[in-house]
């Protein structure tokens, strides 16, 4: 069975919660070394620094989009561009002292939802969202997210 497979990634928080991360998506990217045909991913990652601009802007490249203003995508990356894109990430993290903005759970999963659409999300295909965040209790405490799980579940997205 063909799959999309999207991952979010909040880095948002302290170095780390953002470390350990970043191994776990390493871990499962590395899973689909040699994806079965058919098999696509896609990257979102939310959060930024505060001192990045608050206005929506396409960023260089046509594979990395900015969204909202503080979360991209990153469509169809073949495993090595995903791969760089995580310890890029890391990277800018780790050299940033300025404080990382937080973004809301429900624009990031927007993205997501949107993002699954481009990779052509249809009613044979395998949909799995990983969320990786160390919000812990807040995510399901959200009234929202009961509403986003239900959507998800219509669109055939197992988050």
Known sequence: MCS???FALDISHQSPSLSKAVEILQVLALSYVIPPTGTRMGLVISGAPSECSASSQ??????????????????????FDFLEELRETQREHRQTHS???????????????????????GGKRRNVLYLITDARTKVARMESIGEVRKCFSMQNITL
């Open 4 to 6: 999309s497979t999207v």
């Open 58 to 79: 396409h960023s260089s490249g046509y594979r990395k989009h900015r969204v909202f203003e503080h979360i991209s995508s990153l469509c169809r990356p073949s495993i």
């Open 99 to 121: 404080e990382w903005l937080a973004t809301g759970f429900i624009d990031s999963l927007l993205v997501c939802s949107d993002l699954f659409r481009l990779l052509g999300s």
